[in-house]
């Protein structure tokens, strides 16, 4: 089987999901139109890979995403696995963001809400959109600012859907390491979506957070593995967390990319397998806005690199040791 098709069961659960898993911002139109028929056919592409888990969010082109992946999996007889997120809500208004989710409705706009009638409306909204019963992965998304709220009325509604068999696993999706972990000590967690902290520019996910979801039995999917493009295109221009990436950080990408030319290997292949290395990592998690995209993310993944390589770049200052 080849890697990116391998199951893994995330933790405390029965619910299976591949190495490599799909996350959706692209092709909810992030930062450019996506047609209908591009979409469909990179939703086909990534089930008929044998790709089992596809992540999504009311923020991704503010229903955009949803409602695209309903389209494909409400007729779909492969099997899949779908997470959504809650914490952000539709509702008609001014849409403020159709610069970075051109594809949205210009006649709505994201609200806030953590209560919990805002977290069961949340659910059924995005459960509407996808046109599917149920999800098996909820996410508490970006609670960077409301911890105990996450932590005090959020992660209680959830894990009451959980315990009646509605959902089957209860996540974070986060950016930082310091406000994941909060949450992570105080909750029961099954799974942590984290962007961006364990990267071949940035592995401090591995000081505190990942041995943290060892202890507490916590599955982590990695996402951002690009660290939102620098590592894919590493000149300038890109973006490094979601920002234009500096003289220092492109250089930094350049310095990796070089060195690993020496071993046959390319940058986003390198960057696309690196987060495995950690054992909390149960799947990687890459966007795509097209079929063909996702095909190269699918080879870049299951090529085979040098087992010495991780030692190699430790050994030439380039990335932490494994701790």
Not at 95 to 102: C, G, I, M, S
Not at 186 to 213: C, F, H, K, M, V
Not at 284 to 299: H, Q, R
Request: aromatic share 6%.
């Amino acid at each position: 089987m080849a890697r990116h098709s391998e199951l893994v069961t995330i933790k405390g659960t029965d619910l299976e999901i591949t190495k490599l898993s799909l996350g959706s911002a692209p092709l909810g139109g992030l930062f450019q139109k996506v047609k209908e028929a591009d979409s469909d056919e990179l939703l086909t592409t990534v089930l008929d890979a044998g790709m089992r888990y596809i992540d999504t969010a009311p923020l991704y082109g503010y229903g955009t995403a949803e409602r695209r992946i309903g389209r494909i999996v409400q007729k779909t007889t492969k099997p899949y696995a779908l997470s959504t997120k809650v914490g952000r809500l539709l509702r008609p208004g001014v849409n403020t963001e159709l610069d970075k989710y051109p594809d949205a409705n210009p006649n709505e706009e994201i609200y806030f809400d953590s209560t919990p009638d805002g977290i069961r409306k949340s659910l059924h909204d995005s459960l509407e959109r996808l046109g599917v019963p149920s999800v098996q992965i909820v996410y508490i998304h970006d609670a960077d600012d409301w911890i105990s709220d996450a932590v005090n009325v959020v992660f209680p509604v959830l894990a009451e859907l959980r315990s009646q068999g509605l959902i089957k696993a209860i996540g974070i999706g986060m950016n930082w390491c310091e406000s994941a972990a909060a949450i992570m000590k105080d909750t029961d967690l099954n799974i942590a979506l984290i962007a961006g902290r364990y990267t071949l520019l940035d592995q401090s996910a591995q000081a505190e957070l990942y041995p943290l979801a060892l202890k507490k039995n916590v599955s982590i999917v990695a996402a951002g593995v690009y660290n939102s493009g620098v590592l894919a295109r590493p000149e300038r221009g890109s973006n490094y967390d979601y920002l234009p990436a500096s003289d220092e950080i492109i250089a930094r990408a350049k310095k990796i990319g070089e060195f690993l030319k020496g071993y046959g290997v390319s940058l986003t292949s390198a960057a696309l397998q690196f987060p495995l290395r950690h054992p909390a990592v149960a799947t990687v998690l890459t966007g795509a806005a097209n079929a063909s995209e996702i095909k190269a993310n699918i080879a870049d993944f299951d090529k085979e690199l040098p087992a010495n390589l991780w030692r190699e770049m430790e050994s030439a200052g380039l990335i932490e040791p494994l701790s």
